[in-house]
């Protein structure tokens, strides 16, 4: 989700009607945008669609809200003149970033706030839209400093040096990528080619290497840069075009001209940018029935229009055109959702669904709120603590060895939170480690899902839940443990018996396994001293783990 | 005062009764009253009970007494400037030489200050010599007994309270450090005229019980003991009763709800493929929210298998067409604790949906943030679905609506424009809480078609989830969001339940 500053004073200047920041609070919503801050004039927006990277500048929202304050309605009016620039695409790219496509826009009149939009606008649409500059990569170039014909074309590591952004001296494409910190950011996108892009000027002058750096000479964009030729580099040409549009339609937005230019692909050509409108078709009754409202057809076609659509009524169809800095129009919702906006999510008549279903907690929730009942009953505590540990807690403090079906987290936040627990006591361990200072007795108890390795399964993972309930006092001992787990085993109807084991986490001669119809299903001892140290704890502890979800199906 | 009054009191203060109504002035210290039947700490126990119940007053006063020291022996049988002035009266004149007179060096030391002091004599330098003249008072004093050693023999021999003495004798003493004082609270217990009419004949003693015993009940000499007062307002040492986790009793308490608003509750894996996480949910395997830094991955297990070759395909399929790139099996493949709940509404889907269907779950959720006061590792979400031919977009708000009136207790709503990958509409909806005003409470939306046929579901269907930690934090009174998680027991013990 991007997030943007604007101007309050440049938006108001743009919409031709001043906007205070309160107004704004409410208007951006139906530009898919929330105010996150404000500092005097800046405000900051979050922009929720990832979709619509029309509306990632005040250019755009400006655009969004003539409509829905009915200053301007329907498509927006972008002319594009003809120019005879031509840029040549080298097929020696066609793995490595095939496409480009360009444009060029003269009449800037660039002041500050202008000059932070288009660097924003630039920026959010490589990162966002661009999925980090991969899909996307944006280079705008000062036109006056370049001579077209303009060429797409492949250089070696190691020719064509030249001066990157914010840098003094020339370098050549390997050093930019190992030395140049954008070089060091972007450059597991080129890295592995024989070849880097490179885009030159018909005297040799470096605007830019795609995706990774503009030069300093040529792509400075600056409040005295008075032209520029657009750059949009991938590999899915309508997806660059989309990119391509968006930005030249915010130009558009400031007065600019903007000038379409010829690509030349291997095989064919191409001018561009393109913004002819698509059109798309909605069925009436969908709206209609998806909407729960019966709107007539001029209802629907000034809603349409007031969200930058020309609309039609077609039959049984509406029929809408859209600029195409647009490519999220997917579905009929997409425009159906538009139309919602535009109504005014508030002005519907929220209708609660008369459906007759019957509510039911799965049966397990149910058998498990049931222990939980009994351990309370028992007087324990119940505690809920984090699926995440470590292998420190885990296994080092209990003494045990680290075993081959752990779950673990390859990029964790904290060693602390880096690998699923397979088992609850630990947990409970570390709770009562953190309590040493409050009354004694301390009983506590914990049903909560623990996760082991077990190919057998969908995810490679079995996560069950488990009980483990603990009994930390001067006077613990194993029979008060047993005691327990007898009435809570009675209570749950499930036979069982203890069978003598040995265990590291437990003193030698008061442990056992708990085994059910022959299987091992938990294990129930007196901590051993030697792991009580490792948690600081001077109390002794009587303990229980069973695996409950095995037991109770 | 009646008999049934006296005879409440506990035996020790019956007896204490008894031995005050026995003594002549119906007065008497504690101490007094002291014997090896009834020690001092029981009778002061019993007095406290008697005066609470008006048969004494407790008269507290302050003694001061006067203790000889033994620098006041040494002046009890010599007074310094005295025993000179004797010897120079020895001489037969009121004048001598200091030198000349036959007492020790020392007291003659001594009384040389206390001759000055007292204006006993007048000292001259006569050739080195030291000449002492007598004045008349000091003549004079000698014709009388000294007061000083006369209140010394008094203090050393009987007990002599301080107003007793002349405050300059006192004074005098002190300042030759011959005598301490010494200070004593002492308590009188004093009948009152009400108790003084009580018979001592009426007093009767019975055995008295701390303890109702099981014999006690069974052979009726419950009837024959008297029971041992308590003194009900002392605290006692507290008692902690098992309880449930105060976050997941809450979260019991909406279960309950959804179940009464007709919700089935799902559940699924806590480690997820990709493919239930995000694929089936429509958002492309190139979308930022599936990066790196915005998910966890696993090192071991790496990968999960994928549900049936025609769901695979149809998700591929819904995938290549709108988003236009190549869908990668391999990545669906991947597992990663699930970072959310909607994972489950997919599962559901593909299981199979009633027409009319609700479904909702509570899912422990993972991502990758730093544990901090507003920020947890895990997190639960509460998430569902609604699937029928008839739904509409108002529908979802009225859904909406009666979930902020049901379990925010909200009598208004506020809904705004949102996105999220896999509805459209989407709606995000503020509720104005009673307490905290408003909040967000829940995000929802019509599920993409996109989403809903892959996985073999044409109706309409509106997934909601709800963000119920504020709600959570706002029951249990905290504004930290750990504790949810709490590590405290002493919190737990004392989190109210109801």
Same mark, same amino acid.
């Given at each position: 989700m991007p997030t943007l500053e604007i101007s309050c004073k440049d938006l108001s200047r743009l919409l031709g009607r001043t906007v205070t920041v309160e107004e704004l609070d409410d208007l951006i919503l139906y530009a898919k945008g929330e105010i996150d801050g404000v500092e005097g004039d800046t405000v900051k927006v979050?922009?929720?669609?990832? =979709?619509?990277?029309?509306?990632?500048s005040t250019e755009g929202i400006a655009r969004q809200l003539r409509g829905i304050l009915s200053l301007e309605t329907g498509l927006p009016d972008i002319t594009i003149e003809e120019s005879d620039v031509e840029i040549f695409v080298d097929p020696a790219l066609a793995d490595v970033r095939p496409y480009c496509v360009n444009a060029v826009v003269k009449g800037l009149d660039i002041d500050e706030a202008f000059l932070s939009q288009i660097i924003q606008l630039q920026e959010k649409v490589a990162l966002t839209y661009g999925r980090k500059r991969r899909e996307v990569a944006v280079g705008i170039i000062d036109y006056d400093r370049i001579v077209p014909p303009i060429y797409y074309r492949a250089t070696g590591p190691?020719? =064509?040096?030249f001066v990157p952004l914010s840098f003094s001296e020339a370098l050549t494409p390997s050093e930019i990528l190992s030395l140049h910190p954008k070089g060091q950011e972007y450059r597991h996108l080129v890295e592995g080619h024989d070849v880097y892009p490179l885009l030159v000027d018909s005297e040799g002058t470096v605007l830019t290497m795609p995706p990774i750096i503009n030069s300093e000479h040529t792509g400075k964009v600056t409040t005295e840069t008075k032209n520029v030729f657009v750059d949009v580099t991938g590999y899915d040409i309508e997806t660059l075009k989309t990119a391509l549009n968006v930005i030249v339609s915010a130009f558009a937005e400031r007065g600019a001209t903007i000038y379409s230019v010829t690509v030349h692909y291997p095989g064919r050509k191409e001018r561009v940018p393109d913004l002819t409108p698509r059109t798309f078709s909605v069925s009436k009754a969908y709206v209609q029935k998806t909407l729960g409202m019966a709107l007539d057809d001029r209802d629907l076609v000034a809603l349409l229009a007031k969200m930058r659509y020309d609309a039609f009524v077609d039959g049984d169809d509406i029929v809408v055109s859209y600029a195409p800095y647009r490519d999220d129009i997917m579905h009929e919702n997409d425009v159906l959702e538009d139309l919602a906006i535009a109504y005014g999510y508030n002005s519907m008549v929220p209708d609660v669904p008369d459906l007759s279903t019957t509510g039911r907690l799965l049966p397990l929730t149910s058998r498990l709120l049931i222990a939980r009942e009994l351990m309370v009953g028992l007087g324990y505590q119940e505690i809920v603590t984090f699926t995440l540990s470590s292998s420190e807690m885990l296994f080092e403090r209990m003494g045990v060895a680290r075993p081959d079906d752990v779950v673990e987290i390859e990029n964790p936040v904290s060693a602390s939170w880096s690998v699923l627990r397979p088992a609850l006591l630990p947990s409970l361990m570390a709770f009562l480690s953190k309590n040493t200072h409050n009354d004694y007795p301390q009983t506590v108890f914990e049903v909560s899902e623990a996760a082991r390795i077990d190919e057998s399964q969908e995810t490679g993972v079995e996560s069950a839940y488990r009980l483990a309930f603990a009994a930390c006092s001067a006077t613990a001992t194993f029979t008060e443990a047993r005691q327990a787990l007898d009435a809570f085993m009675a209570n749950c109807g499930i036979a069982f018996e203890v069978r003598g084991i040995e265990h590291p986490s437990f003193l030698e001669g008061r442990v056992g396994a708990i085994v059910v119809d022959g299987i091992e299903r938990g294990i129930i001892g007196e901590i051993h001293p030697r792991v009580l140290e490792a948690w600081g704890l001077e109390h002794p502890v009587a303990a229980v783990e069973l695996a409950l979800e095995r037991l109770l199906e | 005062m009646n008999n049934g009054t006296v005879n409440a009191l506990t035996n020790e203060e019956k007896k204490v009764l008894l031995l005050l109504l026995s003594s002549e002035t119906g007065a008497a210290s504690p101490e007094a009253l002291a014997s090896g039947d009834m020690v001092a700490v029981a009778i002061h126990r019993a007095s406290l009970g008697l005066a609470s119940r008006g048969f004494i007053t407790i008269e507290e006063s302050v003694k001061t007494t006067l203790r000889i020291t033994n620098e006041g022996e040494e002046l009890r049988s010599v007074i310094p400037e005295r025993a000179v002035a004797e010897a120079i009266r020895a001489t037969g004149g009121t004048s001598a030489y200091l030198d000349e007179l036959a007492i020790d060096k020392r007291l003659s030391g001594i009384a040389l200050g206390w001759l000055k002091k007292r204006q006993w004599a007048e000292m001259e330098k006569e050739g080195g010599r030291m000449r002492v003249t007598l004045t008349e008072p000091a003549i004079e004093a000698l014709g009388r007994p000294s007061p000083l050693q006369d209140a010394l023999e008094r203090i050393a021999t009987e007990v002599v309270m301080l107003e007793e003495v002349d405050a300059s004798i006192v004074s005098d003493l002190k300042s030759r450090k011959a005598i301490e004082m010494r200070t004593e609270r002492t308590r009188t217990l004093v009948l009152t005229d009400a108790a003084r009419a009580v018979d001592p004949a009426s007093i009767i003693i019975r055995e008295e019980v701390t303890q109702l015993t099981p014999d006690l009940v069974r052979n009726g000499r419950w009837k024959d003991v008297q029971f041992k007062r308590f003194d009900v307002s002392v605290p006692v040492k507290p008692l902690y009763p098992g309880k449930k986790q105060p976050y997941l009793a809450f979260l019991d308490s909406l279960k309950a709800q959804f179940v009464a608003l007709g919700f089935q509750e799902m559940r699924g894996p806590l480690i997820e493929t990709e493919f239930w996480n995000f694929d089936a949910l429509f958002q492309p395997q190139n979308h930022p929210a599936r990066d790196w830094t915005d998910t966890y991955r696993l090192i071991s297990p790496k990968q999960g298998r994928l549900p049936d070759d025609g769901t695979v395909e149809a998700v591929k399929r819904s995938h290549e067409s709108s988003w236009k790139y190549v869908w990668d099996p391999e990545k669906a493949r991947n597992l990663m604790p699930r970072a959310h709940g909607t994972c489950l509404s997919a599962r559901q889907l593909h299981a199979g949906v009633s027409l009319p269907g609700k479904y909702f779950s509570i899912a422990r959720c993972f991502r990758p943030d730093v544990l901090d006061r507003t920020h947890l590792i895990e997190f639960n979400q509460i998430e569902g679905i609604i699937c029928d031919e008839s739904l509409t977009f108002r529908n979802l708000l009225g859904v909406l609506k009666q979930f902020a009136e049901e379990i925010?207790?909200?009598r208004q709503v506020r809904f705004y424009p949102d996105y999220y990958p896999f509805t459209e509409p989407s709606v995000q909806m503020s509720a104005k809480h009673p307490d905290l005003g408003w909040v967000e409470f829940g995000g929802a939306g019509i599920f993409r078609s996109e989403l809903t046929r892959p996985l073999g579901v044409e109706e309409p269907v509106i997934a909601w989830g709800l963000g119920v930690d504020r709600l959570a934090m706002f029951k249990l009174g905290i504004d930290d969001i750990r504790y949810l998680f709490s590590d405290d027991i002493t919190w737990l013990r004392r989190e109210v339940m109801m």
């Open positions: 979050d922009q929720k669609d990832t =979709n619509r990277p029309d509306l990632w190691e020719e =064509n040096a | 925010a207790g909200a």
